[in-house]
């Protein structure tokens, strides 16, 4: 009888389920002291000096955008091997991003290839740390030292990174800005929501740049809901035409018990790439991802497994017969130009042949924290037979 092994549930004890309801006893659910003391203890576990909490990883890469006056008439650089948000949020601006192909056999953005992509008007990268895999941040940096630029905004979708370390620190300052996601299917969860997380408040001039971001979050109201609750303190002003994207106390309270329990969480996805990478390390098909070096570690948050010389029909029905079996696994990502979308703008996958290789042939195993190690041994050579039975 077959397994029914999901590909990537939210991993929610009974101190998350108290959490919320301790919140929903306080009469106090929006944006109030939970939210609050999740950025503060968010920020410390990323080495950052700020965080702002949002309602996603795509509102806050937008946020930055607007803070920063980035629109139409700018351009903005970024990969086509990454989820839409991080190429969306430029054209909800008005703004084509220049599409940067990635490196040969790599999910990562050419970093090289940046240099002559970037134009008089670019004003921001997005670069992706794919699958929890970051960047190489410094050469990112170098880059724009070598072309005369650092005044163009550096932000990482870092969506898929949190826990991920870059030359012994985690991830979340080592650009201008790092944007982190808490969707249901990410390492930590906070339902939906995500977080900005960075160094310098007075990033290019700003002189408060956490202001900034939490006014633009708030429809650029003056005083948040928590502030014109204080008795006599309900008048307030409207700044600026922000957005409504703040995170809530139900969200945060999440997070907050989902960061106590996420060393814990994390070392279990890694006990899983393991087992994963120790049993396909010995068939010559097998691509294994990235875990780490002595410059970077992933944070385990994907196993995107390439298969040598497999073609994508090929994959598509393994992936169709391990359904079959009870397996569900899936594929990241479909690069952007081959999306209705990003084709009536005038993207071609045929600009990008780096990116549809590693499409082509890629399968996304299920990884996450609640998964038995038994349950990935069944995964895995469950997947080698139907692999060896295809090719």
């Known amino acids: 009888m077959n397994k029914k092994i999901p590909f990537s549930p ?25 939210t609050a003391e999740f950025e503060k203890k968010l920020a410390d576990y990323c080495s950052a000096n700020y ?5 996603s990883a795509t509102c806050g890469m937008e946020l930055l955008l ?33 599409m940067v192909d990635v490196k040969k056999n790599n999910f990562s953005i050419d970093i090289d290839k940046i240099y002559d992509a970037i134009t008089p008007n670019t004003k921001a990268i997005f670069s992706v740390d794919f699958a929890g895999v970051p960047v190489d941040y410094d050469a990112l940096r170098q880059v724009l030292k070598l072309k005369n630029r650092e005044d163009i905004l550096l932000v990482s ?39 900005i ?18 006014l633009n979050s708030l429809n650029g109201q003056s005083k948040d809901a928590l502030s014109k609750m204080k008795a006599g303190a309900w008048k307030y002003d409207i700044v600026t035409a922000g957005y409504k994207c703040n995170m809530a106390d139900i969200n945060a309270a999440l997070g907050l018990v989902q960061l106590r329990r996420y060393n814990n969480m994390l070392q279990r996805r890694k006990k899983i790439f393991e087992i994963y990478s120790s049993i396909l390390s010995q068939k010559e098909w097998a691509i294994l991802p990235f875990k780490e070096n002595q410059n970077m570690e992933t944070s385990y948050h994907l196993y995107p497994l390439r298969i040598k010389e497999l073609k994508e ?30 084709k009536s703008l005038g993207y071609s996958i045929k600009d990008y042949p780096n990116a549809y290789e590693q499409y082509a042939n890629e399968i996304t195993l299920p990884l996450y924290s609640t998964l038995l190690p038994e349950d990935a041994e069944y995964v895995v050579k469950e997947l080698i037979k139907v692999v060896e039975k295809v090719k």
């Open 10 to 34: 939210p991993d929610i004890t009974q101190d998350e389920i108290d959490a919320l309801s301790e919140v929903l006893k306080s009469g106090w659910i929006t944006s109030g002291p939970k």
């Open 157 to 195: 979708d870092s969506a898929h990174a949190l826990g991920a370390s870059y030359k012994g620190k985690r991830v979340g300052s080592q650009l201008d800005a790092h944007v982190f996601s808490f969707h249901a299917v990410k390492n930590l969860t906070t339902a939906e929501g995500g977080a």
């Open 313 to 342: 029909e090929q994959r598509d029905e393994i992936i169709k017969t391990l359904a079959e079996k009870g397996i569900a696994v899936n594929v990241h990502f479909i690069p952007l130009p081959m999306f209705t979308l990003y």
């Open 66 to 98: 607007k803070v920063f006056d980035i629109k139409d008439g700018d351009d903005v650089i970024t990969t086509p091997y990454t989820y839409t948000s991080t190429a969306a949020v430029s054209i909800q601006r008005s703004i084509k991003p220049i």
């Open 197 to 214: 997380t960075f160094n310098n408040n007075n990033l290019f001039g700003k002189e408060n740049l956490l202001k900034d971001l939490k």
């Open 51 to 55: 965080s702002a909490a949002v309602s």
